[in-house]
């Protein structure tokens, strides 16, 4: 049996689900298919979303208003939250966004696709095979056979579908890792995403609704892992010493996880009919909490292209892939060298770089030009944004 749409999407994480309702809304019809059952899973992270990709969800019909936690302010320091050494950014009249948990969102996302009758879900799915061919890309699952112009890969950091296709990646393995769990605490937050620097590494603190918040604590590997393996009570009053009580009396909520950390981009983000979305075309440092938001302006970018390949009569798996190449690759490869400098930069122990930190923390904090430029890249803006983006 073949069954055939205008595109394929392999991989049903928060990339796949939003490209496939972004698609959709694009006018195309949609086969999601993922390895496992359609369900929101046990992620404990979270993800702080630009203005740009709240602004993607509004306009999908993505309804997660009540589980949001505007960021109010934005602090990174060295020392504690009223340190000198700080660079401070206040939402004002701008937004900086909030954070969201991920099961959540996730819930959210697979309520809207299943809303969308334009999408057809296939999970759990055994894909066998696939052909990328001159005029169409087939998958295989065994009893069908799928058939599309476009097939696209969002399929995860160890992407089948990139390997099978040939596609390379750029990978460089950080001695390090991330250790994320999320506290109750005594003291309200009021809504201020912290990232103090410590030695080797930084610790994040990210508001969430309620008193709670979410720990990304970032450093080297052992360090990270012997952190994460400590009974709680030790693991709490480490780290109430390295927040210096800024949340008071604290308690674990979720279970301590880590996670190796590794800059990986692919060599391009497409190859014939296939195109590559979320971390199966990029992985970042998570120090700037931007994974996400790059995959989801791959959502947006893709679903821009297709749009305008329909409107002009043009193949959706040719046309709507020059310009997605185009605009993402710089993207892509710019947040990923900036994310990069950031981790060698905070995770530096020579005392004249430390020195140079804080400094540089102490005078970008007194330029308004340049806190406002940062501000932007966070919030995703550019030139020529996609319209789901605005």
Known sequence: MKLEYDIIIVG????GLTTALACAHSGASVALLDRREMEPGQDSRVSALSTTSLNLFKNLGVEIEDGLQPIKDMLVTEGVPDS??????????????????NPPLKAALIERVYETESIQIFAPADIQNFENNAASAIV???EAKLEARLLIAADGRESGLRKKSGITVQ?????AASLVTTISHELPHDGLAWQRIIKGGAIAVLPLTGNRSQIVWSGPRQSVEAAASIPETDFIALLFEKMDGYLGNMHCIAERQSYPLRLQVADRLSKGRIALAGDAAHIIHPLAGQGLNLGLRDAAALAEGVKVSRQTGQDIGVASLLEYEMWRDVDIRSLGALTHG???ISGAGLAPIGHARRFGLAMINRSSMVKSQLKTRAAGVAKDLPELLR
Do not use: Q
Not at 171 to 175: H, I, L, P, S, T
């Open 12 to 15: 049903a994480g928060l990339v």
């Open 84 to 101: 000198p050494w700080r660079l401070h950014f206040e939402s004002g009249r701008s937004s900086l966004g909030a954070i969201i948990e």
């Open 140 to 142: 295989d699952m065994g």
């Open 171 to 175: 990978r460089f393995d950080y001695d």
């Open 342 to 344: 950031i981790h060698r």
